[in-house]
């Protein structure tokens, strides 16, 4: 039997298996509410996280690639030491209002160190139960019935309380074992995040040893702080300034400093480390694609395009084989490291048929929004070899004389594809038009969707707003974090959002209410135009995000003017974040 519909639903998509969950769903994922907009919107309660050094050293215990450390030697290490639960049981004491009367779970490496670690909170006058797989049920059910009433303060557990168990009353959790699982770190963070009454916030407290070199602390923190290790780690030096409402993050001064080193010698950075281990890969008779290549090494997809460097590059530098080389293979192959920002499925599922084909497309005969998908790539990647007269007719031709970028191009997208984090909207409003709300896009790929010139490869364009006639729309690309130095004192705008609908935005330094472009920003209701509004946090950044079409609120002053926008989709919480932070 097949249902006509199929209701899913988890707090974990990404599985611990790597298996995906969607091919029961039609390949796609029809609504979403991530960790961070499910705070704002209060449907969790917001997480205080405290990474305390706990003082043990870790490097001296097995490691096994797949599974991590010996479970046996770390149960050993922490059941011996009562140094360590002595710190622990402080720092509980010192983190926690009313220990007495808290509700917190504690995860544990084994059934050996969660039964040490109930005897040694009993004796600190903290009351504490453990319970493991072999617990009966009926007990498993008892000790939890006394957490939720409050007649024991904690319940260690070894595996049992990651997924499937719904206790709202946990206000504090402890981690007391080493996960860089993603997955099962989200699971733990979800044990204390449920809303209760008079529950204003859940207490993580997460012990941090000396760890081996193996051991990924990117992992975990990429379920709160997303991004890539590059990203992660500017995070973490700077005091986690990007976190959804209400949380906080703070690591003690070893502890910040043993992540930081970690993300930083953890995998192999150096090319000559990268090309060593994809030869070990294929020499192991693993297939030499991005993505085996990535899971296995432990690599970010940045990782890989750094250094004007490309996968194509990285297979001949393994010896692999290759396809037929062009002439212009080596600037193509660099300009594929712009790509890597796409989250736009339907550009995406559109490239990836596109370069299946050996036949060339006929651009004649392409629709008009399909016509403009493929310009957004020819530009982006031919704009350095062809002229400002060439046809895009003669920017396709180019590459499909280059198979090999063809090739790479196609398992980049396809990488790209299932790793999209945002379900987005498309711009309803402007059928030619291919952008999705929220997604993230290039100049040349914004240009290139509004149908501004016709040429293979798009005009300059530096100014903040671009009025485009053929779309009635105006188009204000505008970066929030100005403190680069590449903005003269007429050009710092005060860019920022207010809220999650609401921007303040401020024109260039010449604009005037009466002017053609004051004009058009006050009064585009009446006008038929529209606003578009597109941002960046900072210079570094190729891509800005599509804010969607906005209305006008109100304004001041002039020369610059300064606007109030209401966004059509309002930003989702984790974008929300940074916008405030940038300017914060």
């Known amino acids: ?54 003082g043990l050293d870790l490097r001296d215990i097995p490691w096994k690639r797949g599974t991590g450390y010996d479970i046996n030697a770390l149960a050993n290490l922490y059941t011996s030491s009562d140094v360590w639960v002595t710190q622990v049981i402080k720092e509980v004491l010192n983190r926690v209002d009313k220990p007495g009367s808290m509700k917190a779970l504690g995860f544990c490496v084994s059934v050996q160190h ?8 009993n004796k600190a006058g903290i009351t504490a139960e453990a319970v493991w797989g072999d617990t009966p049920d009926t007990e498993r059910r008892e000790a939890l019935r006394k957490l939720k009433e409050g007649k024991i303060a904690i319940l260690f557990s070894v595996d049992l309380f990651n997924e499937g168990v719904d206790v709202p009353t946990v206000d504090t959790l402890l981690l007391l074992r080493p996960t860089e699982s993603a997955t099962l770190f989200l699971q733990q963070l979800g044990r204390g995040l449920r809303k209760s009454s008079g529950k204003l916030f859940c207490t993580v407290l997460d012990f941090v040893g000396l760890h081996r070199r193996e051991f990924r602390f990117d992992k975990r923190l990429s379920v709160i702080l997303g991004g890539t290790r590059k990203f992660i780690q500017s995070q973490v030096e700077s005091g986690f300034p990007y976190l959804p409402a209400g949380c906080h993050m703070e690591l003690d001064a070893v502890a910040n400093q043993i992540v930081i080193d970690s993300l930083i010698s953890a995998l192999p950075n150096r090319w000559n480390d990268k090309v060593k281990e994809l030869r070990s890969l294929i020499a192991a008779g693993y297939d030499p694609a991005i993505e085996v290549f990535l899971d296995e090494s432990g690599l970010d997809l940045t990782d890989i395009y750094q250094s004007k460097k490309s996968w194509s590059d990285l297979l001949e530098a393994a010896e692999a084989d290759v396809v037929a080389l062009g002439d212009h293979e080596e600037v193509l192959r660099r300009a594929i490291g712009r790509m890597l920002h796409i989250d736009d499925e339907e550009r995406l599922d ?54 090999h970028v063809m090739s790479e191009l196609q398992e980049l997208f396809s990488y790209l594809r299932p790793r999209v984090d945002h379900i987005h909207q498309p711009l309803a409003t402007h059928q030619n038009v291919p952008l999705q709300i929220h997604g993230k896009y290039t100049r040349i790929e914004i240009l290139s969707a509004f149908g501004v010139g016709e040429t293979a490869i798009t005009r300059p364009w530096r100014e903040g707003v671009l009025w485009v006639e053929g779309e ?97 989709v309002p930003l989702p919480g984790d974008l929300y974040a940074i916008f405030a932070a940038a300017v914060a």
């Open 472 to 568: 009635k729309s105006d188009v204000c690309a505008f970066t929030l974090d100005k403190t680069e130095g590449n903005f003269s004192p007429t050009t710092r705008y005060r860019d920022y959002a207010i809220s999650r609908e609401l921007i303040h935005w401020e024109s260039q330094s010449i604009t005037t209410e009466k002017s053609a472009t004051g004009q058009r920003c006050c009064n585009h209701v009446e006008k038929s135009t529209s606003i578009m509004l597109f941002a960046r946090e900072n210079t570094k950044e190729r891509a800005f995000w599509f804010l969607g079409p906005a209305s006008y609120v109100s304004h001041e002053s002039e020369r610059p003017m300064s606007i109030t926008w209401k966004l059509d």
């Open 114 to 121: 969660a039964k040490f670690m109930a005897g040694k909170f």
């Open 350 to 403: 559109y490239y990836i048929s596109l370069l299946k084909s050996e036949k060339m497309p006929d651009i004649s005969q392409l629709p008009i929004r399909e016509k403009r998908m493929t310009r957004m790539l020819v530009a982006s990647l031919s704009d350095k070899i062809l002229g400002k007269n060439d046809s895009l007719e003669k920017g396709v031709e180019l590459l499909w004389q280059h198979p």
């Open 1 to 54: 039997m097949k249902p006509v519909e199929l209701l899913g639903l988890t707090a974990t998509p990404e599985r611990t298996d790597g298996l995906s969950i969607l091919e029961w769903f039609g390949g796609r994922i029809a609504a979403e509410l991530r960790l961070w907009d499910a705070i704002d919107q209060y449907r969790l309660v917001p997480f205080v996280y405290y990474g305390i050094h706990d």
